[in-house]
């Protein structure tokens, strides 16, 4: 083999390397291990129902766009990235399927239900809205129940914010 051969089959080896790991980025972050591949152009809501699942959804399912829509809702309404919406809606989720079936959309919708009218100045922030959903689905109410008590708590939480 010549030299010209091999230095063509090393640039065609490597570029076929780099067009395999182009299809992935490196993630350090505390949802992935540092350094994991996460597959590029995964949006968040796709991201947030597999790590729910603990396997690979398809592209195609209803349920992401369903989830990218109210990620996108409640990053906006609360002012922080999309990946924190979700890691704090999937430890929500988790915190409550301990002890009960928990849909982590149903999280999301409980805070964007709980808040929905409100100025940006009265907004409570993302956690204790979630937190009142928690510990009211754990305590035994029906998502629609909890979702009532996580809009009371954002309510009380509005009228204090606005109290001197």
Known sequence: ???????????????????????????????APPGALVERGMSPGHRMLNEETGRT????????????????????????????????????RN???????????????????ATEGMTPRDMPPLAPVFAAYAQARLNGASVEDARATARSFAKLAAKQRAAP
């Not at 009960?100 to 999280?107: A, L």
């Open 95 to 113: 915190a409550i399927g301990k002890e009960r079936n928990e849909d982590v959309i149903d999280v999301l919708d409980a805070a964007l239900f």
């Open 1 to 31: 083999m010549s030299h010209r051969a091999t230095l063509l089959g090393i640039a065609i080896l490597a570029a076929l390397a780099l067009l395999m790991f182009s299809l992935f980025d490196r993630r350090d972050s505390h949802q």
């Open 57 to 92: 959804q398809p592209a195609n399912s209803p349920r992401i766009q369903r989830a990218d829509a109210a990620l996108t809702r409640a990053s906006g309404r609360f002012g922080m990235s999309k990946d924190r919406v979700a890691d704090l809606a999937l430890s929500t």
